[in-house]
């Protein structure tokens, strides 16, 4: 969508084959057509793969990375990056637990939970824009923080040893661990997210502001632009995304546990990256990170379907990132 | 003559300073591989009876990132108070937030510094003997639990799980659930651990040499995350509909469980894996898990303080270096007599 945006002044009326090439320059469409040849490929290496069950755990296994990818777009579209995501999935988790634990009513404690997550953006936004650390320290030190806050939810600052806290309000638990027919909830929420905020960035004002604060900072805030409360937003915007991940992700088991996304964060820039969306910003979009997220989660099952030696994979998950910036540039020297 | 008088004064009072000054002499401990499986003192050796003449202070360096460790403290704890009447504290120190070589190193020089009189420590990786072997040498006796360096230091024991040990035991578990025949999954923490690859090391050792007939269909790391086991444990099952066991060497292998039960595959595929989590016994109680297997973590909390006290003032010598922990195995039928719910 904010592909289209950016290019909308340099397509002429087309004839086929310029409508074709328009077509490939889209810059979702390599990744996507990458997705598809793996898709074919492991469907005729498995009779498995292609059953819908197997369908279903793939995008239900992708959709925790899927929906905080939508919030990171944002974020690396304005030129930022944020590295707290899943600390901020771990926190606003273990504080829904806790609160529910505690006898709290269960969609109170949800609010909370991403009423934490908003909350945790905001700060990394305001720190950002108004202290001006930059986003890669602000969002560190907040990876910390956040880590360390969901051990104290979890165990109090002094006394027990970190333990998981049971989540057992099935209503809760439905957002991660549902299912509606033979389509898991976590699915049926991360589609209906990422359209909703791919509609959002491609035609509302605040949504274009998004790639303009991106892509030339100075002129977007020349032309009127509150470039301080776009970022703000896109942070805020991945915080409460983080938190909803994070509830589904304990709802998932029944139980919010203390190392909950560790590690998420490196799984979403990937999945952002091998998308289309370029760490100087200015351009991208959630369809690609999406579309990126499903490239890493159909390798991994791969892996499992084909009996592979695990080790390739990790080594096969570095290339395809390498190789899918390496494709971008490419193309976009071409165009030049 | 008069020189000579100073003299013998000097080396009188030399002599009467160093009595009162100089250690009582203790003796060497254990050779470093001797082995006892299962001491039958095990998580309730006692105190010697006999109060510290002086005060002492022993140092437990642990962990408290995930629940395994809460009956370790616990039993820590337990040990502390049974040496306080006998003139010596116990403290339950949380070394840091992981098992590594910089998070101990530096709670073993911490103890050393704040002159704890002996150290019990988890000592995760061969960096660790560096500082294990320093305290010692200031004349500090240092025990270590739960996991130990690979390569020889001057610890005077070690109370804990042979992790290749266990993960035999977990094969040969597995080998007889499934009747030596069939397809196995492995779930493993991190394959950068080295404790989780001795348990996957020693269970396909024992599959390969007691039922080479089953089959391991693939092998990959959950992290310790359960959501991530979970999804693995459904590819596993899609990709072998006759998928007759997953075996799961560290943490989330309630993940997996939630798997197979949701799946109907309950008893038709074997789930064998470790500890007393809750949520890992809640599966056991419903017959997902057949088995779960222990380290008795409260003889790894309890056990080195009071050996290190018994040492300390008794002179007791533990009966061996390396007092290895009993590997229970635990199912729906005796589960009760090793675990009570902590949530």
Redesign the interface.
């Known amino acids: 969508m904010g592909a289209k945006v950016e290019r909308g002044i340099e397509d002429g009326p087309g004839n086929l084959r310029g409508a074709l090439s328009r077509l490939f320059q889209v810059r979702e469409m390599g990744v996507f057509i990458a997705l598809v040849v793996l898709v074919c490929l492991m469907s005729f290496a ?1 009779p ?1 793969f292609l ?1 819908p ?2 369908l279903f ?1 793939i995008t ?2 992708m959709s ?1 990375i899927g929906i905080m990818s939508i919030g990171i777009t944002m974020v690396i579209i304005t030129g930022g990056i944020d590295l707290s995501v899943g600390s901020l999935l771990a926190v606003s988790g273990m504080l829904t637990a806790r609160l529910m ?1 505690g006898g709290m009513m269960p969609w109170l404690a949800v609010a909370c939970g991403l009423g934490l997550g908003l909350g945790f953006g905001l700060v990394n936004g305001l720190i950002i824009t108004k202290v001006k650390v930059t986003p890669f320290i602000t969002t560190l030190g907040m990876l910390s923080i956040g880590r360390g806050l969901s ?1 104290v939810f979890a ?1 109090g600052l002094q006394g ?7 989540m057992r309000d099935p209503g809760v638990n439905f957002l991660g661990g549902g299912y509606i027919g033979p389509v898991p909830f976590p699915v049926v929420e991360m589609v209906a997210l990422v359209l909703a905020f791919s509609w959002f960035l491609g035609n509302t004002v605040l949504g274009r502001q998004i790639y303009a604060v991106g892509s030339n900072e100075d002129a977007a805030r020349l032309s009127g632009v509150n470039v301080d409360r776009v970022k703000i937003f896109s942070y805020a915007t991945t915080g409460i995304l983080c938190g909803l991940a994070g509830i589904m ?1 304990g709802g ?2 029944s ?1 919010a ?4 996304g ?2 998420n964060e490196l799984d979403v820039i990937a999945a952002v990256v091998i998308g289309g969306t370029s760490l100087a910003g200015g351009e991208g979009s959630i369809i690609g990170a999406v579309i990126g997220a499903a490239i890493m989660a159909v390798i991994r ?1 791969a ?5 592979l030696p ?2 390739l994979q990790t080594i096969s998950i570095g290339v395809v990132i390498i190789l899918a910036v390496a494709f971008d540039s490419l193309r976009r020297g071409k165009r030049r | 003559m008069k020189v000579s008088r100073l003299l013998v004064l000097m080396v009188a009072l030399v002599a009467a300073a160093g009595a009162v000054w100089a250690a009582p002499t203790l003796p060497p401990g254990p050779a470093f591989d001797s082995v006892l499986v299962a001491p039958a003192d095990e998580g309730i050796v006692k105190p010697v009876a006999k109060v510290s003449p002086k005060p002492l202070r022993i140092a437990v360096l642990g962990l ?4 395994f ?2 009956p370790v ?1 616990n039993a820590a704890l337990k040990a502390a108070a049974e040496l306080k009447p006998l003139n010596c504290t116990v403290d339950w120190i949380n070394a840091g937030a992981q098992h590594t070589t910089d998070v101990f190193g530096q709670a073993v020089e911490a103890a050393v510094a704040q002159g704890y009189d002996a150290i019990a420590t988890i000592a995760g990786d061969s960096g660790m003997v560096n500082y294990i072997n320093r305290a010692v040498d200031s004349g500090i006796p240092v025990a270590t639990f739960n996991s130990e360096t690979a390569s020889p230091n001057k610890r005077l024991f070690f109370v804990g799980a042979d992790l290749y040990l266990q993960g035999k035991a977990a094969g040969e578990t597995m080998a007889k659930l499934l009747g030596n025949k069939g397809k196995v999954a492995i779930i493993t923490g991190l ?1 950068a651990v080295e404790s989780h690859e001795l348990r996957r090391k020693g269970f396909e050792d024992a599959l390969a040499k007691v039922a080479p007939g089953i089959k391991i ?5 959950d ?5 991530i086991a ?3 444990a ?3 099952m ?2 072998n ?1 006759d998928l007759n066991g997953i075996f799961v060497t560290a ?1 989330g292998n ?2 997996a469980a ?1 798997a197979v039960q949701e799946a109907g595959k309950a008893g038709k595929v074997h789930i064998v894996c470790y500890d007393f ?3 890992t016994m809640g599966y056991v109680k419903s017959g997902v898990i057949d088995g779960t297997i222990g380290q008795d973590p409260v003889a790894q909390g309890h056990d080195p303080a009071i050996r290190l006290y018994n040492y300390l003032v008794g002179g007791i010598v533990p009966p061996a270096a390396r007092l290895l922990t009993r590997s229970d195995f635990v199912t729906k039928a005796n589960m009760d007599k090793f675990w009570s719910p ?2």
């Open positions: 498995s498995y059953r069950l197997n755990n239900r296994g925790n634990y051990y165990t027990a040893v970190a333990s998981n806290i049971p992700s998932l088991l139980t546990a203390t190392n909950a560790e590690g099952n892996f499992v379907m084909l009996h695990v080790f | 408290e990132n995930n629940p460790w809460i403290k394959f269909v693939g092998r990959v790391e992290d310790d995350k359960g959501d979970y999804g693995q459904q590819d596993f899609n990709a509909p943490g309630f993940g939630k989590v809750d949520e902590s949530n």
